[in-house]
């Protein structure tokens, strides 16, 4: 688990959207979503949405 309580999981299958610059805000709307279902609906979006980016800016 991170320090947010949220196990590490790999992204799903439709990373290859975030290398797309015109399709991230959709792909990380995408993310989002699975993220608030891991979570069922416990998690911050706005919260997410900031680690999420940083997630996928390391890669």
Do not use: D, H, W, Y
Not at 17 to 38: D, R, V, Y
């Amino acid at each position: 688990m991170n320090q947010q309580g949220m196990k590490r999981q790999p992204l799903p299958r439709r990373q290859n959207l975030c290398q797309q610059p015109k399709k991230l805000s959709c792909a990380t709307g995408f993310l989002i979503g699975q993220l608030m279902k891991m979570s069922k609906g416990q998690a911050n979006p706005t919260v997410m949405n900031k680690l999420l980016l940083e997630e996928l800016a390391k890669r």
